[in-house]
């Protein structure tokens, strides 16, 4: 079985995206934040230094990972992929959903759902895709 993580991409705002994550689930940095300037032995305009070429969150036997994307590599930054968290509680569900949707736009509030499970869905501030779902 091959395990699959989320590889975000952001146009400069990966680090601040990443901080609210780390903070609204509750979990640590997967080593160390690696800029563009970490890697480059040439001069980068100052704009280009600190982005983030890649920086992860471990979630379990998960990764969430993500970078900043600069020219020739702006691929187009509307995500077109919903990140699906399924906690073990709907108090846990409730605490993740209310996190992570500050500031951004709830589309379904979390709610007891016809096929029997507790779902929402929103968009966090980022512009990120997310459900959160509980099976009962």
Do not use: C
């Not at 970490?38 to 471990?58: Q, T």
């Not at 930054?77 to 108090?91: C, D, G």
């Amino acid at each position: 079985m091959v395990k699959v993580n989320v590889y975000l991409k952001f146009n400069g705002q990966t680090e601040e995206a990443m901080s609210f994550y780390k903070d609204a689930l509750k979990v640590d940095l997967a080593g160390p934040i690696v800029r563009y300037q970490d890697m480059s032995d040439k001069e980068l305009p100052d704009e280009e230094k600190n982005l983030i070429l890649n920086m992860g969150l471990d979630l379990g036997e998960s990764r969430l990972m993500a970078s900043d994307t600069k020219e020739p590599m702006h691929w187009d930054l509307i995500p077109n992929v919903t990140i699906n968290l399924n906690p073990k509680s709907r108090e846990e569900a409730d605490r993740l959903f209310a996190a992570l949707s500050e500031g951004g736009n709830i589309i379904y509030p979390l709610e007891d759902q016809p096929w029997g499970d507790y779902f929402g869905h929103f968009r966090d501030k980022f512009g990120v895709a997310w459900d959160v779902m509980v099976n009962d």
